[in-house]
Structures are given as C-alpha cells and as structure tokens.
C-alpha cells in the first residue's frame, strides 16, 4: 500500500511497472521512466534547496504544478542560472513522463487515489518549434573526425578549451585501462558515422556484435526505438578504429565501455564532449552555442540522406546524381 509518504520512485518500480511496462518488451521504455524520476529528484532537491528544506527524494504527496513547472523551467534554463541547459523537448518528455506517473497514482487506490485526483497535472507543456536537423557536410565531417584524432588526454578527461592539464570527469577509477581519448572519440564517431543510430544505442552495442573481418555491425533491437536488430557495413576506417581500440582484446562487454555510461552525469558529461569537439573543429565558437545534439543530429540526418539516395537509386536505375551524391556522402577522406 502507497501513501502521500512513498517515494515516486518506489511507485514507479513496484506499482506502475507492473501494470503499464511489464514485459521484456518495455525494458527501454522502464529505462527512460527511470531516468526522467530521477531528473524530478534531482529538480525537487534544487527546489527545496531553495526553501531551505532538507533534501530528500521526492514523495507521492509532492507532485503539484509548482515541483513540474519547477523542473521544466531547470531544464531549459542555461547552465549559468543553474540549469541543465536543455531543449524544450527535452522539458517536454520529463513532463509527459511525470504526468503518466502521476495520473496513475491518481487513479490508484494503492496510492491513495482520491487524495490525489483534485490536484492531478495541469501544467502545460512548452511549445516546440520543430526544426529540420542540417546533416553535416563531408568536408565538416572531416573536420570533426580530425579534432576527434588530436583530443588530448585519456577517455573520460575533460580538455580545457583554455589550456592546461586534461582531467578525469568522474568520481571514482576508472573502470578499464587507460585509453588515449582521441583513440576512443574518433571510433565512436566514425560507428556513429557508419550507423547513424541514436548515441544511446551506440554506447551499448556488446563486443560480440562486432565482426571485424567482415566489417559488420548488429545494433540489437532491444536499445532502439524501432525494437528491431539492425545489422551495418561499417566504413573501413570505423572497423580500422575499433581494431585500435581493442574492445575484444581488453575484455570490455560493450564497444564503448572505456566510458562509464550508466549515470545522467557521464550521459551529460558525454553531450558535453560532443560540444568541445565541434568547437575543437571550428565549426562552433563556443561550448554554450554547440549542444550534443547538434553532432548526433547532423550524423543522423546524413546517415537518413544516405538510405533515402539508396532507395531513390533503386526507383530510378542508378541516376548519375544519386550515386555521386552518396558517393560524396560516403567516400570520406578520413585523417590518419
């Protein structure tokens, strides 16, 4: 039995699993509930903080307008007013998130229901502005893959666009041998390249979906949103980069496990990343006017250009346009 008292996470595992997301089938969606909670912990915490409240996780009895608007206004406040920085879409899902959980503990005896109904969500999300995402040009891809190529320190330093000493993001050790960083960014690119998959995907591919003679890829179905495997060609230089890397030679259980992605902090640390590296290339003048998802849109929106002119050529015989327009797109000029 739930009360005003039980914490929205206990909920959401014991009680709103259960009757929404069971099943092996919902894994990735319990996944992404699991992290906009613990976004709303983390926005709750701020928001007593500012009371001058004692911290503590956010209960059953605290969801109310003032705690959403709260957590969504964080979310799309700049990181110098104390905020994440984010999209309004990116609010937008921990708001729909929220207000699942929360219309669920309002129909629920369990979590005593009737309490709850006169204070259900009316918060309103914000107005998006749907943009066309701009696919990175092959010379801007080039630029890129070289800034990747002379990142200093190992994986998991932070490398001061001002200058001075790289150092290591996380608390703790890290969690495999020292690897050089630009070893480990211009792989993750050059698979992100020859994929075009969501970077969440791609940071959890097992070693073992990996064939390095045939230069394959199976991203499995379980971490994208289609629920489909999905199996790639990758570029010679991807398969030359993960043969540097050596994931299956050092034991690691996934491609990329050289970062430890199993946290929002290493999740924001790695957007982060992503922006010192398009400012590292030149193509932005600022970590503040570049976002993680300025690089993986730009990858994606190219690798859907590619299977657009892969289907147009079908229709139309192999147009000299098409193919010279997938040959400039693919045929990159990598630098070693």
Same mark, same amino acid.
Request: proline content about 7%.
């Given at each position: 039995?739930?009360?005003?008292?039980?914490l929205v996470l206990d909920y959401l595992k014991l009680c709103y699993f259960p009757d929404?997301?069971?099943g092996d089938a919902h894994t990735q969606s319990r996944d992404a509930y699991l992290q906009?909670?613990?976004?709303?912990?983390?926005?709750?915490?701020?928001?007593?903080?500012?009371?001058?409240?004692?911290?503590?996780?956010?209960?059953?009895?605290?969801?109310?307008? #003032?705690?959403?608007?709260?957590?969504?206004?964080?979310?799309?406040?700049?990181?110098?007013?104390?905020?994440?920085?984010?999209?309004?879409?990116?609010?937008?899902?921990?708001?729909?998130?929220?207000?699942?959980?929360?219309?669920?503990?309002?129909?629920?005896?369990?979590?005593?229901?009737?309490?709850?109904?006169?204070?259900?969500?009316?918060?309103?999300?914000?107005?998006?502005?749907?943009?066309?995402?701009?696919?990175?040009?092959?010379? #801007?891809?080039?630029?890129?893959?070289?800034?990747?190529?002379?990142?200093?320190?190992?994986?998991?330093?932070?490398?001061?666009?001002?200058?001075?000493?790289?150092?290591?993001?996380?608390?703790?050790?890290?969690?495999?041998?020292?690897?050089?960083?630009?070893?480990?960014?211009?792989?993750?690119? &050059?698979?992100?390249?020859?994929?075009?998959?969501?970077?969440?995907?791609?940071?959890?591919?097992? %070693?073992?979906?990996?064939?390095?003679?045939?230069?394959?890829?199976?991203?499995?179905?379980?971490?994208?949103?289609?629920?489909?495997?999905?199996?790639?060609?990758? &570029?010679?230089?991807?398969?030359?980069?993960?043969?540097?890397?050596?994931?299956?030679?050092?034991?690691?259980?996934?491609?990329?496990?050289?970062?430890?992605?199993? %946290?929002?902090?290493?999740?924001?640390?790695?957007?982060?990343?992503?922006?010192?590296?398009?400012?590292?290339?030149?193509?932005?003048?600022?970590?503040?006017?570049?976002?993680?998802?300025?690089? %993986?849109?730009?990858? #994606?929106?190219?690798?859907?250009?590619? #299977?657009?002119?892969?289907?147009?050529?079908?229709?139309?015989?192999?147009?000299?346009?098409?193919?010279?327009?997938?040959?400039?797109?693919?045929?990159?000029?990598?630098?070693?």
């Open positions: 039995m739930f009360g005003p008292d039980s929404r997301l069971a906009q909670i613990a976004k709303l912990d983390r926005h709750f915490r701020a928001w007593l903080a500012l009371r001058n409240l004692p911290p503590r996780p956010v209960a059953i009895g605290d969801l109310c307008d #003032e705690v959403v608007k709260f957590a969504m206004a964080r979310e799309v406040e700049s990181p110098a007013e104390g905020g994440q920085g984010n999209s309004p879409a990116t609010a937008n899902k921990l708001y729909r998130h929220v207000k699942s959980v929360w219309a669920h503990a309002a129909g629920s005896e369990d979590a005593g229901g009737p309490m709850l109904v006169k204070r259900i969500c009316r918060s309103k999300p914000y107005r998006e502005v749907k943009r066309e995402p701009r696919a990175w040009l092959p010379e #801007e891809i080039q630029q890129i893959i070289a800034a990747a190529l002379t990142m200093p320190g190992l994986v998991g330093d932070v490398a001061p666009l001002s200058g001075g000493a790289p150092r290591w993001t996380f608390s703790g050790p890290r969690p495999y041998a020292d690897v050089a960083a630009a070893d480990f960014w211009s792989a993750l690119l &050059l698979v992100k390249l020859s994929t075009g998959g969501r970077i969440s995907a791609t940071m959890q591919i097992p %070693t073992s979906n990996w064939d390095p003679q045939r230069a394959q890829l199976l991203v499995p179905g379980e971490k994208q949103k289609q629920r489909a495997d999905q199996v790639f060609d990758l &570029l010679a230089s991807a398969n030359d980069a993960l043969l540097k890397l050596a994931p299956a030679d050092r034991g690691l259980p996934t491609l990329f496990a050289d970062w430890p992605f199993d %946290t929002d902090r290493s999740w924001r640390s790695l957007r982060y990343h992503h922006s010192i590296l398009l400012v590292r290339s030149g193509l932005f003048a600022s970590p503040d006017a570049a976002t993680g998802d300025d690089m %993986t849109a730009g990858i #994606e929106s190219l690798q859907q250009e590619r #299977e657009i002119d892969d289907k147009a050529q079908e229709l139309n015989g192999g147009g000299h346009a098409v193919v010279h327009r997938r040959r400039k797109s693919k045929g990159l000029a990598v630098p070693r």
